[in-house]
């Protein structure tokens, strides 16, 4: 496998992996033999996602570790919201105002109305405070948005006056919704559904411009093929760019540059130097 690693993403490659949950436990044990191996495949920034207040400390631990390598995301995961949500919020926003913690994005936030509706209102507040945090801190979102699509579609539309920008992380949806987050001033996160077998995500990705699409692995859910169901490892990002450059025609090299490019726009990258 590393030799295929290293023939897909050659060292002077910089790939930028959006959205990964560095800190979950399937990562015990290897954690860092696995970021290092990403590293040198050309992965360069992992982007990680908050959950709630329990996951802060295991993602600030990690930037502290690899700073300028794993950038920290805050927010409240809508599968998250419970009864306390308010207290939640409160503690996540108290990490927030903390400018020693260095968000790079709040998230991640959204709507999930896939398995459970019961605090399906309580989703919905939490997210437009959140994106009410967002505009006020002038920092992107990272929204999830797991059968609900439309209904966070929706809300941007209405609360437009707050020019919030971000990603729709793990993008699955249809062309109409692309074309629309894309009028919204919003990028794809692109995963490993690309690879799948009869998604049809391939075919929407031919039709989009590569300025709107970002990469990343969701680690450690949605392994690319050829390792769907199992542990989506760091390294697995240059699957995924590998199967957009197919799609697309291009070279991975460039796919590299243009995905990693839109990563440093959305986020503010430009000030991390660790891609020499």
């Known amino acids: 496998m590393k030799s295929q690693i290293g023939y897909l993403c050659p060292i002077q490659m910089i790939l930028t992996d959006t959205h990964i949950h560095l800190y979950a436990e399937e990562y015990e044990g290897d954690r860092n033999e696995l970021i290092t191996t990403a590293i040198d495949a050309g992965v360069r920034r992992f982007l990680i996602p908050n959950i709630d207040s329990t996951s802060v400390a295991g993602m600030l631990g990690l ?12 927010g409240l995961h809508p599968c998250y919201v419970k009864e306390n949500f308010r207290e939640e919020l409160n503690l996540i926003y108290s990490y927030l105002s903390d400018a020693g913690t260095g968000a790079v994005a709040i998230g991640e936030i959204g709507l999930d109305f896939y398995w459970d509706l019961t605090f399906r209102e309580q989703q919905e507040i939490a997210l437009k405070e959140q994106f009410q945090w967002a505009s006020e801190l002038n920092l992107p979102v990272a929204i999830h948005s797991r059968n609900s699509t439309d209904e966070v579609i929706a809300i941007l539309k209405e609360l437009k006056s707050l020019n919030l920008k971000g990603v729709f992380h793990c993008f699955s949806g249809d062309m109409k919704q692309a074309e ?97």
């Open 63 to 74: 930037a502290n570790s690899f700073p300028g390598i794993c950038l920290p995301m805050l």
């Open 180 to 276: 629309t987050i894309i009028d919204l001033g919003f990028y794809l996160g692109i995963g490993g559904v690309v690879t799948f077998k009869n998604s049809g995500l391939d075919k929407i990705i031919a039709q989009l411009p590569l300025s709107n699409l970002l990469l990343e692995t969701d680690g450690p859910y949605l392994a690319p093929a050829p390792f769907r169901g199992k542990r989506n490892e760091p390294s697995y990002l240059k699957l995924i760019a590998a199967k957009v450059s197919e799609i697309k025609g291009v070279s991975i090299e460039e796919i590299s540059e243009i995905t990693t490019a839109n990563a440093d726009r959305l986020f503010g990258l430009k000030r991390f130097s660790n891609d020499q």
